[in-house]
């Protein structure tokens, strides 16, 4: 008998099993949904039974109701992506760059409440919500045992109004945690204490979910959990209540075989695994993995390969739950009880264990043999484009000279060799120099193996006599204080010390563009001369400008091949069969000669599974930190908004009404920017550090701030004057309506022309806004690739976009526009900006957004040319479901959200 309404469905469906402890918990069955006859369940992806867990647990009849429940049950490999899901997560992870601009909207949403005389305090998080500060120390000392309370030292006196702010709301909101400063990085932090197995309502029981606002999120897929990085507009959402809305998605199935090489890291492997998944265009699809080789990795190891999904483009890199994951648990020092509440619960839902080939159905199936790994490297740009190790040299010296329209550097190829004084004695600068070096990025920084690696490699450099050249700024950055405790208790960290590799702070440092400063003459001298000097990095993100603006070749390589980077110091190298050096005894050392082998470094590993060491670490995060409990919080349901330069009431509220108001048709629009290809979060939002002369430094000064004081833009993403003003201000972003030089290469930097003269996109818009004209920007394929930062999207709104026209989007970056207010909009077919001979001179129509918007309608672009010739063109808008529909129908989804509450 069909199962028509909800009781029925719940009655069928909500079974009890026998938990370790012998008490009596109740779930919600998959094995009795498919045996109700709803859908073959057993047969979906193990990440969408997980999916299907929590729509069928929430289904009420309101937002969750029986047809989403039978839509996933019924998923169709190779269907049509029509059905949207609501996904109620359990709970929401933020770092501090994303996470402080979202409690000024918490904030800026209590004000509201209030002055629409309803109570402050119906703005509150309805799942727990764990922010964690990572994203802020900086690595201006390094090399030196202090380097890390001076680096702190420094973070919290930048930081300090962010930091109040951020107590303000642990005493504010019932739900809302932070993990202080100098504890470690967001992800890593999931890993090891945040998730703690089953969640629980009385003796109900279901699996952890969650949605944060980092792309990185999906590290905890690694362990079974299923969750993805969301815009912070989105997670507010969440954290609010609301459901994830998504279409339901393709799944690639990748099988692992067999094992990996000696001598080959998880590092080597998750960069195969970028460039295999980015070629196959898994761009929003969900990659799971199964097979004997997957059942082989540690969950470490699976940790590092979830962690990159937003590199190889996926929404998720799953691995389902297994016999590893609970002996991880047990390894990081969890609770017993929840480590065997866990199995049970999978295994009642026979959802426990790695699945073979053949038993699940995938949209598609990818097979990579883990035998076939070998070491890489990958970069200099982009993290999915892999090196053989032994190839880096050669692949330098052809990007040297190749155009930057090819990914090069555009420089002639008889001046690679040159080398150059630095204005520091004895210290000459050239090509491919490694300037920083830096062990970083929760990617690499959770898996002990690689770690364990780095150092033992040091051990050796050591004991042989190789050296770091001192002016080469090396760091190291855990991702969590167990590191240092087990790279200590193995007699490690001092050897990495000596070469450099000091401690330098618990957080994302290089990875995400707080390398901090090089030297004042390396600067200039880089600047001078045009040399491409290089950074190498274990992390994840290499895009241009991302790790400083001084250094354009930027590769992503396991710990140990950094320390042997750092050693050898030039990138123009083939560490294979060149030395790295020479030793004490005159002789050249070479990297077979130091790495170690897997035995060595599984001599180490138990260390690093201590679990009375992690309960230890975890047990009280405030114990002892004095920087942190010396702040003083700021107490009150609402806040006061004190003058600052960090912390400001946004204004995306102002005007705000119960009704929304009609959408109606774009005119005379003008172009902002005209951009090509793999444009990145990075090069759209505020990043890194910025200069005097900057549309935001000019504004900081003019406030008082000193140079020196300036901070970062990510520290600052709490006011939206310093925001919109570095929106499209990266060094490297190329706004191609700018004319070419005769070598047909176009200025960089923040700059668009206005009435045909060149000036600042932050200059342009404000003078668009205040006559009235509104703009949009065109792009090419991959528009909003890289970290899932909202500030790109609420830059983009606040400079008054309407619309952005792009070839394809990532993911995130396009709901966030849509969260924002901003139309999304594809070009069709082979359409293109440059195909249609747009310069920047045509006005601008979009006709079809008056009356009802459907999701993915047509939206037809009017192009009238100076000359008076007038061009229509088709366009798909990128609204893609009916609830952005509404979000943006009232004008994102703050608003949305906060009319919702406030009826």
């Given at each position: 008998?069909?199962?028509?309404?909800?009781?029925?469905?719940?009655?069928?469906?909500?079974?009890?099993?026998?938990?370790?402890?012998?008490?009596?918990?109740?779930?919600?069955?998959?094995?009795?949904?498919?045996?109700?006859?709803?859908?073959?369940?057993?047969?979906?992806?193990?990440?969408?039974?997980i999916?299907?867990?929590?729509?069928?647990?929430?289904?009420?009849?309101?937002?969750?109701?029986?047809?989403?429940?039978?839509?996933?049950?019924?998923?169709?490999?190779?269907?049509?992506?029509?059905?949207?899901?609501?996904?109620?997560?359990?709970?929401?992870?933020?770092?501090?760059?994303?996470?402080?601009?979202?409690?000024?909207?918490?904030?800026?949403?209590?004000?509201?409440?209030?002055?629409?005389?309803?109570?402050?305090?119906?703005?509150?998080?309805l799942?727990?919500?764990?922010?964690?500060?990572?994203?802020?120390?900086?690595?201006?000392?390094?090399?030196?045992?202090?380097?890390?309370?001076?680096?702190?030292?420094?973070?919290?006196?930048?930081?300090?109004?962010?930091?109040?702010?951020?107590?303000?709301?642990?005493?504010?909101?019932?739900?809302?945690?932070?993990?202080?400063?100098?504890?470690?990085?967001?992800?890593?932090?999931n890993?090891?204490?945040?998730?703690?197995?089953?969640?629980?309502?009385?003796?109900?029981?279901?699996?952890?979910?969650?949605?944060?606002?980092?792309?990185?999120?999906?590290?905890?897929?690694?362990?079974?959990?299923?969750?993805w990085?969301?815009?912070?507009?989105?997670?507010?959402?969440a954290?609010?209540?609301?459901?994830?809305?998504?279409?339901?998605?393709?799944?690639?199935?990748?099988?692992?075989?067999?094992?990996?090489?000696?001598?080959?890291?998880?590092?080597?492997?998750?960069?195969?695994?970028?460039?295999?998944?980015?070629?196959?265009?898994?761009?929003?699809?969900?990659?799971?993995?199964?097979?004997?080789?997957?059942?082989?990795?540690?969950?470490?190891?699976?940790?590092?390969?979830?962690?990159?999904?937003?590199?190889?483009?996926?929404?998720?890199?799953?691995?389902?739950?297994?016999?590893?994951?609970?002996?991880?648990?047990?390894?990081?020092?969890?609770?017993?009880?929840?480590c065997?509440?866990l199995?049970?619960?999978?295994?009642?839902?026979?959802?426990?264990?790695?699945?073979?080939?053949?038993?699940?159905?995938?949209?598609?199936?990818?097979?990579?043999?883990?035998?076939?790994?070998?070491?890489?490297?990958?970069?200099?740009?982009?993290?999915?484009?892999?090196?053989?190790?032994?190839?880096?040299?050669?692949?330098?010296?052809?990007?040297f000279?190749?155009?930057?329209?090819?990914?090069?550097?555009?420089?002639?190829?008889e001046?690679?060799?040159?080398?150059?004084?630095?204005?520091?004695?004895?210290?000459?600068?050239?090509?491919?120099?490694?300037?920083?070096?830096?062990?970083?990025?929760?990617?690499?920084?959770?898996?002990?193996?690689?770690?364990?690696?780095?150092?033992?490699?040091?051990?050796?450099?050591?004991?042989?006599?190789l050296?770091?050249?001192?002016?080469?700024?090396?760091?190291?950055?855990?991702?969590?204080?167990?590191?240092?405790?087990?790279?200590?208790?193995?007699?490690?960290?001092?050897?990495?010390a000596?070469?450099?590799?000091?401690?330098a702070?618990?957080?994302?440092?290089?990875?995400?563009?707080?390398?901090?400063?090089?030297?004042?003459e390396?600067?200039?001298?880089?600047?001078?001369?045009?040399?491409?000097?290089?950074?190498?990095?274990?992390?994840?993100?290499?895009?241009?400008?991302?790790?400083?603006?001084?250094?354009?070749?930027?590769?992503?390589a396991?710990?140990?091949?950094?320390?042997?980077?750092?050693?050898?110091g030039?990138?123009?190298?083939?560490?294979?069969?060149?030395?790295?050096?020479?030793?004490?005894?005159?002789?050249?050392?070479?990297?077979?000669?130091?790495?170690?082998?897997?035995?060595?470094?599984?001599?180490?590993?138990?260390?690093?599974?201590?679990?009375?060491?992690?309960?230890?670490?975890y047990?009280?995060?405030?114990?002892?930190?004095?920087?942190?409990?010396?702040?003083?919080?700021?107490a009150?349901?609402?806040?006061?908004?004190?003058?600052?330069?960090?912390?400001?009431?946004?204004?995306?509220?102002?005007?705000?009404?119960?009704?929304?108001?009609?959408?109606?048709?774009?005119?005379?629009?003008?172009?902002?920017?005209?951009?090509?290809?793999?444009?990145?979060?990075?090069?759209i939002?505020?990043?890194?550090?910025?200069?005097?002369?900057?549309p935001?430094?000019?504004?900081?000064?003019?406030?008082?701030?000193?140079?020196?004081?300036?901070?970062?833009?990510?520290?600052?993403?709490?006011?939206?004057?310093?925001?919109?003003?570095?929106?499209?201000?990266?060094?490297?972003?190329?706004?191609?309506?700018?004319?070419?030089?005769?070598?047909?290469?176009?200025?960089?930097?923040?700059?668009?022309?206005?009435?045909?003269?060149?000036?600042?996109?932050?200059?342009?818009a404000?003078?668009?806004?205040?006559?009235?004209?509104?703009?949009?920007?065109?792009?090419?394929?991959?528009?909003?690739?890289?970290?899932?930062?909202?500030?790109?999207?609420?830059?983009t709104?606040?400079?008054?976009?309407?619309?952005?026209?792009?070839?394809?989007?990532?993911?995130?970056?396009?709901?966030?526009?849509?969260?924002?207010?901003?139309?999304?909009?594809?070009?069709?077919?082979?359409?293109?900006?440059?195909?249609?001979?747009?310069?920047?001179?045509?006005?601008?129509?979009?006709?079809?957004?008056?009356?009802?918007?459907?999701?993915?309608?047509?939206?037809?672009?009017?192009?009238?040319?100076?000359?008076?010739?007038?061009?229509?063109?088709?366009?798909?808008?990128?609204?893609?479901?009916?609830?952005?529909?509404?979000?943006?129908?009232?004008?994102?989804?703050?608003?949305?959200?906060?009319?919702?509450?406030?009826?």
């Open positions: 008998m069909a199962v028509t309404d909800i009781e029925t469905l719940r009655q069928q469906t909500l079974k009890t099993f026998t938990t370790p402890g012998g008490e009596i918990g109740r779930y919600f069955s998959l094995p009795a949904l498919e045996a109700a006859g709803i859908g073959p369940v057993s047969r979906l992806p193990v990440s969408l039974r999916v299907l867990e929590a729509v069928l647990r929430r289904c009420d009849g309101l937002k969750v109701d029986i047809e989403h429940v039978r839509q996933l049950a019924n998923w169709e490999p190779g269907g049509e992506r029509c059905a949207e899901i609501p996904f109620v997560v359990a709970r929401v992870v933020l770092q501090d760059f994303t996470g402080v601009p979202l409690l000024c909207d918490l904030a800026a949403m209590r004000d509201v409440a209030a002055e629409q005389g309803r109570d402050p305090k119906r703005i509150e998080p799942v727990p919500v764990d922010l964690v500060v990572d994203h802020s120390v900086q690595v201006d000392h390094y090399g030196s045992p202090i380097a890390l309370r001076q680096n702190m030292e420094l973070e919290f006196e930048r930081n300090r109004e962010r930091y109040q702010f951020l107590k303000w709301g642990m005493q504010a909101f019932d739900t809302f945690g932070v993990v202080p400063p100098g504890i470690g990085i967001v992800h890593q932090i890993l090891e204490y945040l998730f703690r197995g089953l969640r629980e309502e009385g003796d109900l029981y279901y699996p952890d979910t969650l949605v944060g606002t980092d792309s990185h999120t999906t590290m905890i897929n690694g362990l079974g959990v299923v969750g990085g969301v815009g912070g507009i989105e997670a507010e959402a954290m609010l209540g609301q459901p994830v809305y998504f279409l339901t998605p393709d799944v690639i199935g990748v099988e692992l075989r067999g094992k990996l090489p000696e001598g080959v890291t998880a590092t080597d492997l998750v960069l195969t695994v970028t460039e295999l998944l980015r070629r196959e265009k898994v761009v929003g699809k969900f990659v799971e993995f199964f097979g004997d080789g997957t059942a082989n990795l540690t969950v470490t190891d699976r940790a590092t390969i979830a962690n990159m999904a937003p590199e190889y483009g996926a929404t998720m890199g799953f691995f389902p739950v297994d016999e590893k994951s609970v002996a991880y648990m047990r390894g990081t020092g969890r609770d017993e009880r929840n065997a509440l199995e049970a619960w999978f295994r009642a839902q026979q959802m426990f264990g790695v699945p073979r080939a053949g038993e699940i159905d995938y949209t598609r199936t990818l097979v990579l043999d883990l035998a076939t790994i070998t070491p890489s490297v990958a970069g200099p740009k982009r993290p999915q484009d892999r090196i053989p190790l032994g190839g880096l040299g050669a692949r330098f010296t052809e990007l000279s190749a155009p930057t329209a090819a990914n090069g550097f555009g420089r002639p190829a001046t690679l060799r040159e080398r150059v004084p630095s204005g520091r004695e004895n210290i000459a600068l050239g090509n491919g120099d490694v300037l920083i070096a830096a062990i970083t990025s929760c990617t690499n920084t959770s898996n002990p193996a690689v770690l364990i690696a780095a150092g033992l490699l040091a051990r050796k450099a050591v004991e042989a006599g050296r770091v050249q001192p002016h080469i700024k090396t760091s190291l950055a855990p991702g969590s204080r167990v590191v240092t405790d087990y790279l200590e208790k193995a007699g490690l960290l001092e050897p990495l000596e070469l450099g590799f000091a401690l702070g618990y957080g994302c440092t290089t990875c995400i563009g707080n390398a901090g400063d090089l030297a004042p390396f600067n200039e001298t880089i600047a001078a001369h045009h040399l491409v000097a290089a950074a190498v990095l274990s992390g994840n993100r290499n895009f241009e400008a991302r790790i400083h603006p001084s250094i354009r070749a930027n590769f992503l396991s710990p140990p091949l950094v320390v042997a980077f750092a050693l050898a030039t990138v123009n190298i083939d560490l294979t069969r060149d030395p790295l050096g020479t030793g004490h005894n005159g002789k050249p050392v070479f990297l077979r000669d130091l790495w170690p082998s897997s035995d060595e470094i599984a001599a180490v590993m138990p260390l690093a599974m201590d679990p009375a060491n992690y309960r230890q670490r047990a009280d995060l405030t114990r002892d930190h004095d920087l942190w409990n010396a702040i003083a919080a700021p009150g349901q609402r806040y006061d908004w004190p003058p600052s330069t960090y912390i400001a009431r946004p204004p995306f509220f102002t005007g705000f009404g119960m009704t929304p108001q009609p959408t109606t048709a774009i005119r005379s629009a003008h172009a902002l920017l005209l951009l090509g290809d793999s444009v990145t979060t990075d090069h939002s505020p990043a890194g550090s910025f200069r005097e002369t900057t935001a430094g000019q504004w900081l000064s003019a406030q008082g701030v000193a140079r020196k004081d300036f901070n970062s833009y990510g520290s600052r993403r709490g006011h939206h004057e310093v925001m919109m003003r570095g929106t499209f201000a990266n060094v490297r972003i190329r706004n191609l309506m700018l004319p070419a030089d005769g070598d047909g290469n176009r200025m960089e930097g923040g700059y668009t022309l206005l009435d045909g003269q060149l000036t600042t996109v932050y200059e342009a404000m003078a668009y806004q205040q006559r009235g004209t509104p703009t949009l920007i065109f792009a090419g394929e991959e528009y909003g690739t890289g970290s899932s930062r909202d500030w790109a999207a609420k830059g709104a606040l400079l008054g976009v309407r619309a952005v026209i792009a070839r394809s989007f990532e993911r995130i970056h396009r709901s966030n526009l849509v969260g924002m207010g901003v139309l999304p909009l594809q070009f069709k077919g082979e359409d293109s900006w440059p195909a249609l001979g747009l310069d920047g001179s045509e006005q601008f129509d979009l006709d079809g957004l008056d009356g009802e918007l459907r999701p993915l309608q047509d939206v037809t672009l009017v192009i009238h040319r100076a000359d008076g010739d007038t061009r229509r063109v088709v366009l798909q808008c990128r609204i893609d479901t009916p609830i952005e529909v509404e979000y943006y129908r009232h004008g994102g989804i703050l608003p949305y959200v906060l009319r919702e509450i406030l009826r």
